[in-house]
């Protein structure tokens, strides 16, 4: 006789990473039904490495071990941002290209967030600073959150960000009526506990 899983609750794992050449951070929330559960966060150190090659060999295999640990379903990341040095955007992009490896080696998909969209999902103001986005994580997740982690508070509200703009999609209900996708109602139907 088969179980039936119809009445299971839906569960997903997300990897979020703040990639970084000094300091990267990282994040491992669960989703059961609507429900956001913090796993795991830290960051990687990588100021004692003194190539470059080999800190991206550090971020390269503890994404790796993270991904062997939790089994993530999906991997948000942050979108390398152009600052006033190039050669530090070009630093940076090849830290996430290495972090996004680790994901493709294990043929997790990745989905990349602008800081201002990580920042707007999270606090409502794309121009918000660490401290607040670490701020409105603890109420989301009702938890007190490291203050010295800010690169892994990052991570946390990359993989918060994704769950919301994942299930901003439409419900199937709502894929049937014709609603636009991603549009606001759906996010609002979606999201009740998020409106206030």
Known sequence: M???LSN????????????GTRIA???IIR??????????????????????????????????????????????IEDPFYG?????????????????????????PIVEYSPKTVKMSVTG???ASKEQVAYMLESILKQKLEAEYLDATDAVAIAICHHYHATALPSAAAKKKGAKKGGWSAFVSE??????
Do not use: C, W
């Not at 299971?8 to 990639?19: A, M, N, S, Y």
């Not at 999201?191 to 206030?196: E, G, L, T, V």
């Open 125 to 127: 103001s794309g121009s």
């Open 31 to 76: 989703i059961i039904e609507h429900r956001i559960e913090l796993l795991q966060y830290g960051v990687l150190k990588l100021d004692k490495y003194n190539s470059h090659e080999l800190k991206l060999k550090k971020i390269f295999d503890r994404i790796t071990q993270i991904i062997e640990e939790f089994l993530p379903d999906e991997m948000a």
């Open 25 to 27: 951070g990282y994040a």
């Open 84 to 108: 006033k040095n190039p050669q530090s955007m070009l630093k940076l992009g090849r830290a996430q290209g290495v972090a996004m490896a680790a994901a493709l080696n294990r043929s997790i």
């Open 8 to 19: 299971q609750p839906t569960e997903k794992i997300i990897l979020g990473v703040d990639p």
């Open 191 to 196: 999201n009740p506990n998020r409106i206030k």
């Open 2 to 4: 088969q179980k039936d």
